[in-house]
């Protein structure tokens, strides 16, 4: 598959880049060849080749999912201006 440079302008019109006529021949030769790359690796056989996740088979160790209230109201508060009873104080709002 081939780019043009018209093809180009639509893209950087929809990126909303400016692109010079310069820029959108070398644009639309760098997107062709990455396109022909692409097609290449679809011709690889990949029939009976496992789906992978990772490179590697390490395990993450997952947290247990459990509700809590982060047990950091001090912390929090500490960065209010002005805080009463654990709770931040606003100015009141009248209608």
Known sequence: MTIDTKAVAKIAKLARISVSEEEKEHYASEISKILQWVEQLSEVNTEGVPLMTSV?????????????DGNQQEAIIKNAPESDYGCFVVPKVME
Do not use: E, T
Not at 56 to 68: A, E, G
């Open 56 to 68: 590697s088979q390490i395990k993450l160790p997952l947290r247990k999912d459990v509700v809590s």
